[in-house]
């Protein structure tokens, strides 16, 4: 198995300490809602773990909550509310997002907060060593101490330097210290410490975490490429320093990040697609296919036209799962080693899940044909389960939803073509839409009882009618035959 090191800069052969491998992937700072940034991430680290396990390693696994940070106290001021509640909240929303993208959680999820005893440890080992300095009740680190920083960010420190303002008055002995312990403010959460009331700074509590929770030298420190300075940087400087042990983590893999057209998706852009609006439209396995469609490494461009076409995959992957082939399983079985082959191949050379991707709709594709000879496809049809399973994803059975605006009467979204079983939504939905149509007649004529009738009888096809302000939403449980369909708009007199 090969890796990209950020640390190396290029491809080296996976080699952990142990059976174990030890993963530390830095976490969430839950002021807000999480985007489709964040699904990235975890979705890629969650499928490198799930790989890991398939090689036969135990995978331990470790992720942080930041749950006290500027922006947390900022938001919480601005809502009146505690930084606990605030923190709870979004924390909350966001392990809820995890669980509908099928991101399986971490071993270890520790809140900044609960660690600080360990932290107030480890700056105070820092200040022993000569590596950190108290000022004005904060604590720094000393940069210039370690001599090899810049390491990961591949940057002397001189090039550093020179890129950056001096800060005027300020209590730091060199610019390009940064702080370990923040001196409390009024009116801001703090803790007591050997230098005074303050928190602790946002780069201590990863390194104090990993070392808590997984040793002094880690196998695989993972983010994404936005946190590689000077956040990874800072992680290194301060646990090396601290155990006096090299590397603190033995692989360093970055994610890239996620595009909104040219520009990257931030908040400060104000262009975030969150996890939950993305869930509205689009199903998790979508959303996987999307983001394990291009290499991990590089930056992914978010559009319409990609997810539409990531759902029309997922789509395809499901229908090959629902398609029963027993009672006509006969004659000689499809192979499905070759693509387990390729789909390994291309998961040992640094996790290349567009290749593996290919690999599994290239099954899908055998396994149709297979279907269509009358050809035994069982074995191939749970190999591919498996190997998706591996991706994350369910392949299950989706409820399909259209949504038709009812308030000009007119149909301006259309639902994928899926299919469910033997029907395709398509055909189904044009009557739909249709009976939607007329039951807003009734109800605009105040014939409450042919309304009535219209969603009832829809109802007992698998067609839930739910209206709000403008729309109405139809989600098809199942899909009913044209003839059930074409009985049902006979009895209603309409004609199609
Ligand atoms: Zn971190």
């Not at 395809?316 to 789909?343: C, I, Q, W």
């Not at 299950?396 to 949504?403: A, F």
């Amino acid at each position: 198995m090969k890796v990209f090191n950020t640390l190396s800069g290029k491809k080296e052969e996976f080699k952990p300490q142990g059976d174990t491998v030890t993963m530390y992937v830095c976490g969430v700072t839950p002021y807000d809602d999480a985007h489709l940034g964040h699904a990235m991430s975890y979705i890629i680290f969650d499928v490198i773990r799930r790989y890991l396990k398939y090689r036969k390693y135990n995978v331990r696994y470790v992720q942080n909550v930041t749950d006290i940070d500027d922006k947390i106290i900022d938001r919480a001021n601005q809502r009146g509310v505690s930084t606990r509640e605030l923190a709870e909240k979004f924390t909350a929303s966001y392990v809820e997002d995890m669980k509908s993208l099928n991101i399986e959680p971490p071993d270890e999820n520790p809140y900044a907060t609960d660690v600080i005893p360990d932290m107030i440890e480890v700056i105070q080992g820092l200040v022993d060593k000569g590596y950190a300095y108290p000022a004005g009740g904060s604590v720094y680190f000393r940069v210039r101490n370690v001599p090899d920083y810049g390491k990961l960010s591949h940057r002397s420190l001189d090039s550093m330097r020179s890129g950056t303002t001096c800060e005027i008055g300020g209590e730091k002995e060199d610019h390009m210290d940064f702080v370990l312990w923040k001196a409390a403010k009024p009116g801001e959460p703090s803790w007591d410490s050997p230098w005074g009331k303050g928190r602790p700074g946002w780069h201590i509590e990863c390194s104090t975490m990993s070392l808590k929770y997984l040793g002094q030298t880690i196998d695989i420190h993972g983010g994404g490429q936005d946190l590689v300075f000077p956040h990874h940087e800072n992680e290194i400087a301060q646990s090396e320093s601290f155990t006096g042990k090299k590397p603190f983590a033995r692989y360093w893999l970055h994610n890239g990040l996620v595009q909104l057209g040219s520009e990257k998706m931030s908040k400060s852009l104000g262009n975030l697609i969150t996890i939950k609006e993305a869930l509205e439209r689009y199903s998790a396995d979508a959303l996987r296919i999307f983001v394990l469609g291009s290499y991990y490494r590089s930056p992914l461009t978010y559009t319409e036209e990609a997810l539409e076409a990531a759902e029309r995959g997922a789509e395809r992957l499901r229908h090959v799962m629902s398609a029963n082939d027993t009672g006509k399983a006969s004659g000689e079985a499809l192979n499905a080693e070759p693509y387990r082959t390729r789909f390994v191949e291309a998961m040992d050379d640094d996790f290349n899940t567009a290749q593996a991707i290919a690999a599994l709709f290239d099954l899908a594709r055998e396994i149709n044909r297979a279907d269509e000879a009358g050809h035994n496809a069982q074995q191939a049809r749970e190999t591919l389960k498996e190997l998706g399973g591996l991706l994350g994803l369910r392949l299950g059975r989706r409820d399909v939803v259209i949504t038709v605006p009812t308030a000009h009467l007119t149909v301006t979204t259309y639902a994928p073509d899926v299919v469910i079983g033997e029907q395709s939504t398509s055909e189904a939905e044009v009557c739909v839409r249709q009976l939607i149509d007329e039951r807003v007649n009734c109800r605009k004529k105040k014939n409450w009882q042919r309304a009535d009738e219209i969603r009832n009888k829809l109802a007992k096809l698998g067609v839930m009618l739910e209206d709000t302000k403008t729309d109405t939403k139809a989600t098809f449980k199942s899909v009913p035959s044209k003839e059930a369909l074409d009985s049902l708009m006979q009895e209603l007199g309409i004609d199609l």
